[in-house]
């Protein structure tokens, strides 16, 4: 099983541009969801999904777009990227949004400059 | 809303050293409380939860954490640490309804 599976490794971007991150699970996960990773702050939680169709804000939404059309993609779309969004990205998955462990990706280490 | 605390930025311990890491959370109501390890250059990795029962949970690795209600803890601890043992630790609540949310996370360095 490839697990959760992420792209790009790593990216760099200007100020202002726009980009897709995108995550594959093939666990048959119903929920999905973004953290971004910055020192000592942990891990933020930026959207997430309880199924297909369905997607809702976490703590910090501003700035990132989501859709989940299907039950294994969840990509996540930067509108206009800003120095801020410089951090590493991470999207897990697990069966419910309660009460099971996440399985996350490699991550996507994302530069704004 | 959750929250979580870790008490601890960085600990450097020397090998064969025993290991506490601490973890308070705030939510009065049930919880399902993990811990997650991420080696250098790596994603996390889950390590131990506790979802009910027995409130001193093992995990891989010789690891173990206890839950403690009254003192809303859910500490991590190893008796003897190993410079494999190098890596960033996160405490992580997901209670009903509310999505998992994770502390700052505490960075341990194991010397040889």
């Known amino acids: 099983n490839a697990g959760v599976t992420q792209t790009p490794k790593f990216q760099v971007l200007k100020t202002g541009q726009s980009m897709t991150l995108q995550c594959a699970q093939d666990?048959?996960?119903?929920?999905m969801s973004w953290y971004r990773q910055d020192p000592g702050m942990g891990l933020r939680l930026i959207h997430y999904s309880v199924g297909a169709g369905i997607t809702d804000q976490g703590e910090v939404p501003n700035g990132y777009n989501v859709s989940r059309s299907t039950t294994e993609d969840f990509p996540l779309r930067l509108l206009s990227a800003a120095p801020s969004q410089t951090s590493v990205y991470f999207c897990a998955s697990t069966p419910y949004r309660v009460g099971s462990p996440l399985h996350f990706g490699n991550g996507t280490r994302l530069t704004v400059t | 809303a959750q929250s979580v605390s870790q008490h601890n930025h960085h600990v450097i311990l020397s090998e064969a050293a025993s290991l506490e890491l601490g973890c308070n959370y705030s939510?009065?109501?049930?919880?399902?409380l993990f811990w997650y390890v991420q080696y250098p250059g790596q994603h996390l990795q889950l390590l131990l939860k506790y979802f009910s029962g027995d409130p001193l949970v093992k995990g891989i690795k010789g690891f173990e954490a206890e839950f403690i209600k009254s003192k809303f803890s859910f500490n991590l601890r190893k008796p003897s640490v190993q410079w494999s043992d190098t890596a960033e630790y996160f405490c992580a609540v997901n209670a009903q309804d509310n999505d998992m949310r994770f502390g700052a996370g505490t960075r341990l360095t194991v010397k040889p």
């Open positions: 666990m048959n996960h119903e929920y």
């Open positions: 939510y009065g109501g049930t919880v399902n």
